[in-house]
């Protein structure tokens, strides 16, 4: 479990807590593999931008530019989804 993720549990009853550690192992996506399929173009489907992920691929990839600069920040791409989602999900738990 990321870190960020145990942090927005810390006030939170165990039954808060098995809701959200359930649901966010469900909707985090993986940093590694986000690489992975940047290498081929995939992505931003991968991390729920669809629009920049058809506008990646209409223009294969900036011609190349585009997917050059993305190798190097999907990952922070991915950990940025991780943390949004993890917000999120604390948000809702916590009105349980």
Same mark, same amino acid.
Request: proline share 1%.
């Given at each position: @479990?990321?870190? /960020? =993720? $145990?942090?927005?549990?810390?006030?939170?009853?165990?039954? #808060?807590? @098995?809701?959200?550690?359930?649901?966010?192992?469900?909707?985090? /996506?993986?940093?590694?593999? =986000?690489?992975?399929?940047?290498?081929?173009?995939?992505?931003?489907?991968?991390?729920? &931008?669809?629009? $920049?992920?058809?506008?990646?691929?209409?223009?294969?990839?900036? $011609?190349?530019?585009?997917?050059?600069?993305?190798?190097?920040?999907?990952?922070? @791409? =991915?950990?940025?989804?991780? $943390?949004? &989602?993890? #917000?999120?999900?604390?948000?809702?738990?916590?009105?349980?």
């Amino acid at each position: @479990m990321d870190i /960020v =993720a $145990l942090q927005l549990q810390k006030n939170m009853n165990r039954e #808060q807590k @098995m809701m959200f550690q359930s649901q966010y192992e469900n909707e985090r /996506v993986d940093p590694d593999t =986000a690489v992975i399929l940047a290498i081929f173009g995939f992505h931003y489907f991968y991390v729920g &931008k669809v629009g $920049l992920g058809v506008l990646f691929l209409i223009t294969l990839g900036g $011609l190349g530019i585009w997917w050059l600069i993305d190798l190097f920040r999907t990952k922070g @791409m =991915a950990e940025r989804y991780n $943390l949004d &989602k993890a #917000q999120q999900l604390a948000t809702l738990v916590e009105l349980y």
